[in-house]
């Protein structure tokens, strides 16, 4: 089941903050967030794992509510690196049954 | 540490053609992905190995899609024979397990059918 992406299309300036959400309609293991610039691979970002918790690094940080199997991640500060497209990758399970199946992304644009 | 790599980059072939992507995933990563990714959307899992065993191949169009993993190292990808849908970027990921097991992706091949 594919996660459902919000927005799909967000376009910022420089120093702006952005909220980007991820929800399942099935109970989720783990949530891994992307990144994807033109023509390039996808980024790692960070990962949360069922219990409900948070992380960041820098200036972006992300959550995970398990009750309600939604993950959002949060960008302050923008800058015009953080452009791109984001994924969010969604596990239901761990070991031999963790696969992920990604959202359709979010395309980020920051401006000067 | 390297990164996972892959061959060719770009490959422009017609409609019935064969091609085949190569893929080596990062050092002891036992774990290899072959995805998928269309323009606009995100990544799809083609077939998933675990060492050289298959995982998951419940997506991948058996048809005319093949893959292996010999000796649990590097991989092979082959379209037989190609249809104009299957223009994408075919991403291979690997992961090295353990809590979590992040999937680190390689730079794509990027395949034209025409």
């Known amino acids: 089941q594919q996660p459902v992406q919000s927005p799909q299309a967000v376009i910022l300036r420089e120093g702006e903050d952005a909220v980007i959400n991820c929800s399942s309609s099935?109970?989720?293991?783990?949530v891994h967030w992307y990144r994807q610039k033109h023509g390039e691979a996808p980024v790692f970002l960070m990962i949360?794992?069922?219990?409900?918790e948070q992380k960041g690094h820098d200036k972006i940080s992300a959550s995970f509510n398990e009750k309600k199997q939604q993950s959002s991640l949060y960008l302050t500060a923008s800058q015009l690196s953080y452009s791109g497209t984001y994924f969010c990758?969604?596990?239901?399970?761990?070991?031999?049954?963790?696969?992920?199946?990604f959202g359709k992304g979010t395309l980020l644009t920051v401006n000067p | 540490e390297a990164g996972v790599a892959q061959s060719p980059r770009y490959k422009i072939i017609e409609k019935r053609q064969s091609v085949a992507f190569w893929c080596n995933p990062i050092?002891?990563?036992?774990?290899l992905y072959w995805y998928q990714q269309i323009l606009g959307q995100g990544p799809k899992l083609l077939i998933q190995?675990?060492?050289?065993?298959?995982?998951?191949d419940s997506q991948l169009p058996k048809d005319r899609f093949s893959a292996e993993r010999l000796k649990g190292v590097d991989s092979t990808l082959k379209i037989q024979p190609a249809k104009l849908e299957d223009s994408a970027v075919y991403l291979c990921?690997?992961?090295?397990?353990?809590?979590?097991?992040?999937?680190?992706f390689g730079p794509g091949t990027r395949l034209l059918v025409l």
């Open positions: 990921a690997s992961t090295g397990g353990g809590r979590g097991e992040t999937q680190y």
């Open positions: 099935k109970a989720l293991y783990s």
């Open positions: 949360l794992l069922k219990g409900g």
């Open positions: 050092s002891g990563h036992a774990t």
């Open positions: 990758g969604t596990s239901r399970g761990g070991g031999s049954n963790y696969k992920l199946t």
């Open positions: 190995f675990q060492n050289n065993g298959v995982v998951d």
